[in-house]
């Protein structure tokens, strides 16, 4: 059974960096051929995709964030990460890391609520 579980900070003040870690267990993050995403939840809105690191190491981001955006990967700690820049209040939101197989998003973190505020 894969698990993924947030890490990070809850409370973030404006212009500053958002940094988040998903630790998964159960499963290699170097396994052919998933990818691994961030994808967050602003309140009172839907689903937003962030972006995903493959397998390989391949990176992809949501081109709304991507001058903002930084992921990377720890393969010694099977951890992926998230390092979001300048962030707002706008920023607000629960945070889940996944699994992604093809079209699906088949394990997800429980999510981890980050709030930007001074």
């Known amino acids: 059974q894969v698990q993924l579980q947030e890490s990070g900070p809850g409370l973030v003040k404006p212009s500053q960096t958002l940094s988040l870690t998903c630790t998964v267990s159960?499963?290699?993050?170097?396994?052919?051929?998933?990818?691994w995403t961030w994808i967050r939840q602003p309140p009172g809105k839907g689903l937003e995709w962030i972006g995903y690191i493959t397998y390989s190491g391949s990176i992809y981001h949501s081109p709304s964030l991507k001058s903002r955006t930084s992921i990377s990967r720890d393969t010694s700690k099977n951890q992926f990460s998230l390092q979001l820049s300048s962030v707002t209040p706008e920023d607000t939101a629960v945070y889940y890391c996944?699994?992604?197989?093809?079209?699906?998003?088949?394990?997800w973190g429980q999510g981890t609520q980050v709030t930007v505020s001074s």
């Open positions: 996944t699994r992604g197989d093809g079209w699906l998003h088949d394990y």
């Open positions: 159960g499963g290699s993050i170097t396994t052919s051929f998933y990818y």
